[in-house]
């Protein structure tokens, strides 16, 4: 069983950065698609930003490509998601989740059924 706990959300004013990690238990995260998605109130699960394989291989979505960047550490067994330049439009409760099938690439982005392991997820607040 795979389990993830979020941690590093919060309040940030807008311009500014903010780091979330999520702590992996029960598999290691190089043999894992690792994906963070953001839901806002009344708008639909948005796919981020994704880690997958030994490689390491990233994908993001256009809406934070360039200010977003999804990274791990295999010794820490923690997928981390830095995020700099934030604006409002970043207010969303944020999850990390996992899945052990590989393969999906930038797809998996828009398909969050295809994880199937899912943290509690954090709040994150942008302030003007």
């Known amino acids: 069983q795979v389990q993830l706990v979020e941690s590093g959300g919060g309040l940030m004013q807008s311009g500014g950065s903010l780091k979330l990690s999520c702590a992996v238990s029960?598999?290691?995260?190089?043999?894992?698609?690792i994906g963070w998605f953001r839901q806002a109130p009344g708008k639909q699960r948005e796919g981020v930003a994704c880690?997958?394989?030994?490689?390491?291989?990233?994908y993001y979505s256009d809406s934070v490509k360039g200010r977003f960047t999804i990274s791990r550490d295999n010794t820490l067994n923690t997928v981390y998601l830095q995020m700099e330049n934030m604006t409002p439009d970043d207010r969303a409760h944020y999850f990390c989740?996992?899945?052990?099938?590989?393969?999906?690439?930038?797809?998996?982005?828009?398909?969050?059924?295809?994880?199937?392991?899912w943290g509690q997820g954090h709040q994150v607040t942008i302030s003007k």
């Open positions: 989740a996992a899945d052990g099938t590989l393969g999906w690439g930038q797809r998996r982005l828009d398909v969050p059924a295809s994880y199937g392991f």
């Open positions: 029960g598999f290691t995260v190089d043999y894992l698609a």
């Open positions: 880690i997958e394989g030994s490689k390491g291989s990233t």
